[in-house]
């Protein structure tokens, strides 16, 4: 299993979740969060100050899955985020070693989905 991290631009959520769902994945945490990329956020002026390093609205995305739908759900994030510009954000990738459903105690890939 793995736990997949997507950082976006608030604005491409919508396309996101649409080919998420038309790829059949449907279980989805989303969050309002800020960050910042490698230009360190873009620089404002603000009072007369040049202000470096803004953290800037992004939405975050976790999802996760069974093996077979990790390269699926990492196509349909990207489809659905892509401008071309900076700041389209990013995939994460990490080895989940287990989850569980509260609910019926199922364990691994029978709770995952
Ligand atoms: N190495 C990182 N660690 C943690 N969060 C990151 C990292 N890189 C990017 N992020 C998160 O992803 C968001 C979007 O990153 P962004 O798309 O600007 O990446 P980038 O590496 O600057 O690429 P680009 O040059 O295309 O802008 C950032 O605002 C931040 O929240
Ligand atoms: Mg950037």
Request: aromatic content about 4%; proline content about 3%; hydrophobic content about 40%.
């Amino acid at each position: 299993m793995k736990y997949i991290i997507a950082v976006i631009q608030p604005d491409r959520l919508d396309e996101v979740l649409k080919r998420l769902t038309e790829k059949e994945i449907h279980l989805v945490t989303v969050s309002n969060v800020v960050g910042r990329g490698r230009q360190k956020g873009i620089a404002e002026v603000y009072r007369g100050h040049k202000e470096q390093g803004i953290l800037l609205k992004k939405i975050k995305l976790e999802i996760a899955v069974n093996e077979e739908f990790v390269e699926p759900t990492i196509k349909a994030v990207i489809e659905g985020a892509i401008t071309g510009q900076i700041g389209d954000g990013k995939i994460f990738v990490l080895d989940l070693p287990e989850c569980i459903r509260i609910r019926t105690g199922e364990r691994g890939g029978e709770a995952i989905g």
